[in-house]
């Protein structure tokens, strides 16, 4: 007699194009709602979406965080409201794909975050260009 014991918590997961992206909330203490913009020692990437700018520790956090938050069933707009992207109308699967692969990735997540503070730091003193 073999019994298995399965997890009372199921883990959402999506596929999309035949991929499977695994919804599972990385695994770390969520920072109380109160603390949102602050950013923490070892917290090096925002969540570009429109105006939400929390801070994460990795670029899987901020996809989770992303996909849930802002791409989440009753939530999503419809279509991606990243900062510098084109708002095209995207089906919500369509968008988890493109929010992984164009927007959380490290490179994207970081390069996202230079073109930010060039946005803030461009008021201080004019480019050599």
Same mark, same amino acid.
């Given at each position: 007699?073999?019994?298995?014991?399965?997890?009372?918590?199921?883990?959402?997961?999506?596929?999309?194009?035949?991929?499977?992206?695994?919804?599972?909330?990385?695994? +770390?203490? %969520? !920072?109380?709602? =109160?603390?949102?913009?602050?950013?923490? @020692? *070892? #917290?090096?990437?925002?969540?570009?979406?429109?105006?939400?700018?929390?801070?994460?520790?990795?670029?899987?956090?901020?996809? +989770?965080? %992303? !996909?849930?938050? =802002?791409?989440?069933?009753?939530?999503? @707009? *419809? #279509?991606?409201?990243?900062?510098?992207?084109?708002?095209?109308?995207?089906?919500?699967?369509?968008?988890?794909?493109?929010?992984?692969?164009?927007?959380?990735?490290?490179?994207?997540?970081?390069?996202?975050?230079? #073109?930010?503070?060039?946005?803030?730091?461009?008021?201080?003193?004019?480019?050599?260009?």
């Amino acid at each position: 007699l073999s019994l298995q014991s399965t997890p009372a918590t199921s883990i959402p997961t999506v596929q999309v194009q035949g991929q499977q992206i695994n919804l599972q909330p990385p695994s +770390y203490t %969520a !920072a109380s709602q =109160h603390a949102e913009q602050m950013k923490k @020692p *070892g #917290q090096n990437f925002m969540c570009l979406w429109q105006s939400c700018k929390k801070w994460f520790q990795t670029p899987s956090q901020v996809f +989770y965080h %992303a !996909a849930t938050e =802002h791409g989440g069933k009753d939530v999503y @707009p *419809g #279509q991606c409201l990243w900062e510098g992207c084109e708002p095209f109308q995207r089906q919500r699967f369509s968008f988890i794909t493109h929010l992984q692969d164009k927007h959380c990735s490290r490179d994207a997540l970081l390069a996202g975050l230079k #073109q930010d503070e060039h946005g803030q730091a461009g008021n201080q003193k004019p480019s050599n260009k």
